[in-house]
């Protein structure tokens, strides 16, 4: 079984809304990542977890703040987003550097 | 650095026809490769990988790729292309420590 579950499958917020995205995976992987994607972009990696710890941050601004509870769910808590944070949100975990994608969480901000 | 180039952002084939997408890299370490395919509003499904040993893999979907050290090359092949091969199709590499390096990716069209 290779499968990371993502809720919601969409989402709609306002630049003053708080909200989150869920992850889970129950394959045992250790490492668990975010990714956003533009429409016909690839996937642009956003943070890393390793073992439930922030490994890898790209960057990203903070408004986007991950959590990892435990080393089957990470989470992302979303605040104050711009409208070009509008993406498809997507979330792997990996086994021996093979990633496993979700189905991704769509995201509008209005 | 690694990288990943794609040559051709959209190939159209006619059903029935042979599938072919090109895929270089660079890379100073030997590389762990990868095929992803997305179908449209969904995730990244994983069609095949290279890691070590046999350089012809074999995937789902009845695809597969060669991994040419010489060419530094990973094209991606199916011999009789389906309409439901219709989606975008990412070749990618990775460096180690968590980090995939993607092409831009290569639209498929399939034409009855």
């Known amino acids: 079984d290779t499968e990371v579950t993502q809720t919601p499958k969409h989402l709609v917020m306002g630049m003053t809304n708080k909200k989150s995205l869920k992850c889970e995976q129950h394959?045992?992987?250790?490492?668990m990542y975010w990714y956003k994607q533009k429409a016909k972009k690839p996937p642009e990696l956003m943070f890393v977890?390793?073992?439930?710890?922030?490994?890898i941050n790209e960057s990203v601004p903070s408004r986007f703040s991950p959590e990892c509870p435990n080393s089957s769910l990470l989470n992302l808590h979303l605040h104050a987003l711009q409208p070009e944070d509008s993406a498809l949100y997507l979330c792997?975990?990996?086994?021996?550097?093979?990633?496993?994608f979700g189905p991704g969480t769509r995201l509008l901000v209005l | 650095a690694q990288s990943v180039t794609q040559l051709g952002s959209h190939v159209s084939v006619s059903e029935g026809a042979l599938v072919l997408l090109r895929c270089n890299y660079s890379s100073s370490v030997p590389p762990y490769l990868f095929w992803y395919v997305q179908y449209p509003n969904q995730g990244l499904q994983l069609l095949l990988k290279?890691?070590?040993?046999?350089?012809l893999v074999k995937g789902i979907n009845g695809f597969e790729a060669e991994f040419k050290k010489s060419e530094t090359s990973f094209h991606l092949t199916k011999p009789s292309a389906h309409m439901s091969d219709a989606a975008e199709y990412f070749c990618?590499?990775?460096?180690?420590?968590?980090?995939?390096?993607f092409g831009q990716g290569t639209e498929l069209s399939v034409k009855p």
């Open positions: 290279y890691t070590t040993g046999a350089t």
């Open positions: 977890y390793s073992y439930e710890k922030l490994s």
């Open positions: 792997a975990s990996s086994q021996e550097e093979t990633q496993y």
């Open positions: 394959m045992g992987h250790r490492a």
């Open positions: 990618a590499v990775t460096p180690g420590g968590g980090k995939l390096i």
